[in-house]
């Protein structure tokens, strides 16, 4: 494991002149901001396991309990603010002719930073859509969708596929980009996990932040270990002023 200084130069020689550029986040940049995990926790929710809960046959069993768990989850999220590294990335849209952020976390934080048009792999914890037919749900809609289904959180349950399009688009914008990152994952989970490897395979430049080292490290073409809020402003703030980065 690196210990010295990573050499940056390299890396700000190619972002320079990239035009596409696609980011990968995952649970650890959420967990950067405060966001619990949902595992082992406390108080009334202890006893159940998020695969007791997050699931269609538990919903189909007891869509109140699982509303509730949901409701829980949506309060404790609202202190939960975004860090500098989604404050970073929401930036950075700016500085390449494509731009594609695909996340696995479902709490809104890259939006929340400003990020447009995120393509998100396993849904949103805010939003609500309609179990039988898909339907988002208004404000101030009924628990009920006008096709008789119940509405329920707009996420990806244990069970359930991903999204068809989020995935297509993720895959695309990983085999086209010249740059991509892979931040706060352990590319261990499909389809997340494909993405640094085929963007590789396409002739990418890829880099990883990661407090611990991944499977993909070994192949990464600068790995940098740490929080995501402290690397990733140094790594694209520069990127956007023409004689910024050099590796300080
Ligand atoms: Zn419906």
Redesign the pocket.
Known sequence: MESAEPDLSRYFEVAHVANRCAVLTGAGVSAESGMPTFRGEQGLWKEYRPEELATPEAFQRNPELVWEWYEYRRGMLEGIQPNEGHRALASAEQFFEEFTLITQNIDGLHQAAGSTDVVELHGNIRRDR?H????GRGEEEAME?????LFRPDVVWFGESLPPQAISMAFSAAQSADLLFSVGTSTMVYPAAQLPYLAKDAGAFVVEVNPEPTPFTPLADLAVRGPSGQWLPRLLDPLGSPAGGGNS
């Open positions: 309609c039988d037919c898909g339907a969708c006008t096709c008789g289904g």
